[in-house]
């Protein structure tokens, strides 16, 4: 059985995103179990028993699972090969089934009831027309306070500003929920604790709109009474869900990272280290740029100004032998406007705006929103 999803990417040309994936099998047993495992990714399939029947469907169809039964008759039928067909089978023990695939075309072959996982991610895959994968940006402080989660909620807002498509995750447990910094504590949506129970990766569009939002913003916070632990299945499979169809996101890591905030790091581009310019701060963001050197190619720092002993952004990137990302001068009324729920960033002018429209530029993105 094959172990990632196939690139749908192609598979139905100039379909209809209402499309639904199709099942051509006669095996009750086969189509129920098909029919369960599109169900599980909030999925609805077209089934139809016989080869000739399928013919409607089968070019534009974002996916086709050929029941094992079936592959003599689709053959004989001519339905001419295309990407996205999927061979399923219950025999573990049918040599037959390999040859089968061949002379059928078909990309994967997957055996019940190994592949069930893997078989819930073909169907959210194929559920998702837009073929996006955002563009991850970890930001982590390097030292507590540093400032990372007003900098991870500023870089968010900066991208909504340039009209991408931007979710935010709150990585750090202990943080206290990054839905408080929002302003958005009260409003209704599921956070970690609630998708605990999360298998597989869930359609885009079910795991964004289930989520508390600001305006356009999908965030996934944490709450105040739940465990500390994400499990790392969760934050990858998560992290999967919200990377499909949109543009970027933004992940606010721990300090202390766990298996859950590895998984994250290695999933960035581009991971920002928060840096007051102060030489104990240097000293503890030298461990935390050691973390993410390890996890992530691309590591940066962002230097808050000023600092007490008046030392420069040079010196501290000298000191961590990193580059530069941004720097951050002291922005007044920042402090009070957190407390009254006023997000950091929503000022377009303001230190955090600027830098995080100069991280968004180095991430390839076009400049729209000229005013930041």
Known sequence: MTSAPPDLTHAAPGADPNLRPLAITDDPQLLDDIIRLAAAAGVTVDAVVDAHLARRYWNNAPLVIVGSDRVTSCVVAGLQRRPGVVLLSADLDDGGVWEAAVRLGAEHVAFLPDAEEWLVDVFA????????????VGVIGGRGGAG???????????????????????????????????????????????LADARGRAPRRMLTDSLPSLGELAVLSWDRTSPTAIPPVLMTSMLASTRRGNDVLVVDLPRSPDQAAAIAMQMATMIIVVVPAEVRAI??????????????????????????????????????????????????????????????????????????????????????????
């Open 125 to 136: 895959a194929a559920a998702e027309p837009d073929q996006r994968r955002a563009t991850v």
């Open 148 to 194: 990372a989660t007003s900098l991870a909620i500023a870089l968010t807002l900066a991208s909504l500003r340039r009209d991408l498509q931007t979710v935010l995750v709150d990585a750090d447990p202990l943080g206290g929920g990054i839905d408080l910094a929002l302003g958005i504590e009260n409003r209704p949506g599921a956070r970690w604790p609630d």
């Open 283 to 372: 000293a503890a963001a030298g461990r935390i740029c050691g973390t993410a050197n390890r996890h992530c190619a691309d590591v940066r720092i962002v230097v808050r100004l000023p600092g007490p002993a008046r030392l420069d952004a040079g010196t501290v990137a000298d000191a961590l032998a990193l580059p530069v990302a941004g720097v951050l001068r002291h922005e007044s009324g920042l402090a009070t406007g957190l407390e009254r729920g006023e997000p950091p960033g929503s000022r377009r002018r303001s230190p955090l705006a600027r830098v995080s429209g100069r991280i968004l530029d180095e991430l390839g993105f076009s400049r729209t929103d000229v005013a930041a």
